[in-house]
């Protein structure tokens, strides 16, 4: 017997949701199911709220501390969720992951430097290294089946002098790898044989899948321990993105240091009331109502999966080990970029995330966000089998 509702419509629209509020702007017409930007459509966990609730009566919103529950909640998280044993000095608060991959560029690179990215991935590495005047270097990932693996081979033929970064999504987003050990390993091996510094993005980490478990990047050798940083937030997993949880954690001395020291003097590691109030009672209360979620999910996904194979084999699903973003791979339909994207928006009324976002690699590809009321994931896939038809 379930807990809580995730069949539960809630109405977004007017609440200054980007998932439905552009939809006219981004797809060109607003009478779309918006199944795009990487938020759910799920109130978060009853206790993070009527946390905030009863914080607000008190009417008063002056500077907030950091409070040792605060780190000790992020600890005890990262221990029980992962296995991963961390120290208070090596977590810093971050005002959002991209603005962090942002920091580490400023403080570990110069313009001209090359950055890693192994694409089809999640756009931002992309953009924020390009707007920071440094190369993106392109490893791209190979499609195995239908799962992606890491190119190791390629990655050691395109390494210079230059290579000062590599940008992780662990687990990978938008194809929903669950990296296992022996890859992050050997990926760990290659970078600090290279001087090469790997920034890990596990903000999907909780939302495992199947029994599939996720491995942090820094415990998989004393090398990747000494030569990375990652990046994290409860946000993707409690639906609070709009509240800026994320953080940092770092191992290596010297690099946290640095880090710490670029955040501390620009005022960048001071959270509101909310991002440490929310994150605290996330990780200290949430996890039976995350467990749920994942069971909706997977059945979100399993609903997505067997639809399709049984009203449209054109359009393949690769099955996520982690979060609610699947990866559609519509190459079998014979359309062109724009020809697919119309396809979705014009004819089948959804809005989903265009796959060459992430890379030319995404070409052929749509991003879908099942994180929603399963009624309104039948309606989308019913739209989209009507629109092929």
Same mark, same amino acid.
């Given at each position: ?163 000062? /970064?590599? @940008?992780?999504? !662990?687990? %990978?987003? #938008?194809?929903?790898? +669950?990296? $296992?050990?022996? &890859? ?22 909780? /939302?495992? @899948?199947?029994? !599939?478990? %996720?491995? #942090?990047?820094?415990? +998989?050798? $004393?090398?990747? &321990? ?27 001395? !010297? ?11 620009? &005022? ?122």
């Amino acid at each position: 017997m379930t807990k809580y509702n995730f069949d539960q419509i809630i109405e977004r629209k007017n609440t200054d949701s980007l998932k439905f509020g552009v939809l006219k702007e981004r797809f060109g017409r607003d009478d779309l199911i918006p199944l795009w930007v990487a938020d759910m459509d799920f109130q978060s966990p009853p206790e993070l709220v009527e946390t905030m609730i009863e914080r607000s009566k008190n009417g008063i919103f002056g500077y907030p501390f950091v409070s040792k529950e605060y780190f000790q909640a992020i600890i005890n998280w990262q221990w029980k969720q992962h296995q991963w044993k961390i120290d208070k000095e090596e977590i810093s608060y971050l005002p959002g992951i991209v603005k962090g991959i942002a920091f580490i560029i400023d403080v570990f690179t110069e313009k001209g430097d090359q950055v890693i990215i192994q694409p089809p991935v999640y756009h931002p590495f992309r953009i924020v290294t390009q707007l920071h005047e440094r190369e993106v270097v392109n490893n791209p990932l190979i499609l195995d089946g239908n799962q992606y693996k890491m190119d190791f081979e390629g990655l050691e033929k395109i390494i210079t002098d230059k290579c000062k /970064l590599l @940008l992780l999504s !662990n687990p %990978h987003n #938008p194809g929903g790898r +669950v990296w $296992n050990k022996d &890859e992050l390993k050997k990926l760990a091996e290659i970078c600090s044989k290279n001087n090469i510094l790997i920034v890990s993005d596990e903000i999907h980490s909780d /939302l495992v @899948l199947n029994g !599939n478990k %996720h491995t #942090p990047f820094a415990t +998989v050798s $004393n090398e990747a &321990e000494q030569n990375s940083i990652t990046l994290n937030a409860p946000s993707k997993t409690f639906n609070i993105a709009g509240l800026v949880t994320s953080y940092s954690i770092i191992k290596n001395k !010297n690099l946290r240091e640095r880090y710490h020291q670029y955040l501390i003097s620009n &005022e960048l590691n001071q959270g509101s009331i909310f991002s440490y109030l929310t994150l605290q009672v996330a990780y200290e209360k949430g996890e039976e109502w995350m467990n749920e979620l994942k069971t909706y999910i997977e059945e979100n996904i399993k609903f997505v999966d067997e639809y399709l194979k049984t009203h449209s084999s054109k359009i393949k699903v690769i099955i996520p080990e982690a979060s609610f973003l699947i990866w559609l791979d519509c190459r079998e339909l014979k359309l062109s970029q724009k020809e697919l994207n119309s396809l979705f928006i014009n004819k089948a009324h959804l809005a989903l995330n265009d796959g060459a976002m992430f890379g030319k690699e995404g070409n052929g590809f749509m991003r879908m966000n099942v994180g929603c009321p399963r009624s309104t994931l039948e309606k989308a896939i019913k739209q989209l089998v009507n629109a092929l038809n």
